[in-house]
């Protein structure tokens, strides 16, 4: 008879500045982080699932170091979980999506349905981050279908998570895609979803710290550049999406809150791009811009490059939005819980 597997939520409560840190050490225990703000008092829950008992010394070593990083003291707390309510929960809250007037997003748990006039997309339930159901995603596949008809041919997906944002633009526009992330797992998942899509000649997905590696640049300059990511991040490269974007390039931006639209729009005005539209959807707004100038007569912001920490992953269940909270998931490995590590 198989083992009964025993997984648990692990959380923390904690002020933005510690996010980042405290993302870190749950990262390094658990198969699944997520990050849900609560609007009313501007805090966040840092949340992870991990098996039972497994890699305490992990996190015990990173929660350690997220406090002396950090400066704040936030007590771990835990409450048991069951596997398989884990997974139907997973499948329940990852339906059909219909977004804008072409696509449709739509799980391998799901049957085949009849013949559709929309462009399919299909993903893993698992997959959170990059499903299709978040605000910034559905922003960015509207913005995307705005654009389209400019025929872009260098384009350039950036933080890519499940590779949704890269598959829809092969798909609608039938160009080669150049697809990265920071995260080796993602790059990994991207790969295998378009195999899935059937896309893997035209989506090129590689590992790559956001504009830093010299092949990045060097495919440039881009007349699309997709980035499904976090404000700060965006701010950071703001210069370098400049200097890459080519003469009247189209870049879509998101996983921004409306109140973050400002600081990353003026970052962006500074580098020589202007503000075609902006779109949004429940908190989350995407923006359209477009290259001005020829690259490289980007005003620079900062003297000290400061490239993104992660390429984080977002979703907001209905019982997030219920309760007034915006979630941000960052998954390592997203799947069957039984797929979980053994405990060491």
């Known amino acids: 008879m198989p083992t009964r597997m025993h997984i648990e939520t692990v959380w923390v409560d904690v002020p933005e500045s510690a996010v980042e840190a405290y993302e870190a050490a749950l990262l390094s225990a658990c198969e699944t982080v997520g990050l849900f703000r609560d609007h009313a008092t ?32 936030a007590p771990l707390c835990r409450t048991p979980t069951e596997a398989s309510d884990w997974l139907a929960r997973s499948y329940a809250s990852f339906p059909e999506q219909l977004i804008g007037e072409r ?38 596949l509207r913005a995307l279908e705005r654009v389209a008809w400019r025929r872009p041919r260098r384009i350039l997906d950036l933080g890519t998570g499940s590779g949704i944002l890269a598959m829809a633009a092969a798909r609608l526009l039938h160009r080669r895609i150049l697809a990265t992330d920071v995260d080796a797992w993602a790059v990994h998942v991207a790969r295998q979803n378009a195999a ?15 504009w830093r590696p010299r092949w990045v640049r060097a495919g440039g300059p881009y007349d699309l ?23 009247n390039g189209t870049a879509i931006l998101s996983g921004l809150l409306r109140n973050q639209v400002r600081c990353v729009l003026n970052a962006h005005l500074a580098c020589g791009l202007r503000l075609e539209a902006t779109l949004f959807s429940g908190p989350w707004a995407t923006l359209i811009l477009r290259q001005r100038r020829r690259p490289g007569r980007c005003r620079q912001l900062s003297r000290r490059y400061s490239p993104a920490h992660a390429h984080t992953r977002r979703r907001t269940s209905d019982q997030t939005r219920a309760a007034g909270r915006s979630a941000i998931v960052r998954y390592r490995r997203v799947r069957d819980p039984s797929a979980l590590p053994a405990q060491p």
């Open 42 to 73: 501007g805090s966040w829950r840092v949340e992870g699932v991990k098996k039972v008992g497994a890699s305490e010394s992990d996190l015990a070593a990173g929660l350690a170091l997220a406090l002396k990083l950090s400066g704040v003291d």
């Open 225 to 247: 550049v997709l980035a499904n990511i976090l404000a700060r991040p965006l701010v950071r490269m703001a210069r370098d999406l400049g200097l890459q974007l080519a003469p």
């Open 196 to 210: 899935l899509n059937d896309l893997g000649q035209l989506v090129v997905v590689r590992l790559a710290d956001g």
């Open 103 to 140: 696509f449709s997003v739509r799980g391998t748990h799901l049957e085949d349905a009849s013949p559709s006039t929309r462009l399919v997309l299909r993903l893993d339930a698992g997959l959170a981050f990059g499903s299709g159901e978040h605000g910034s995603t559905q922003g960015c």
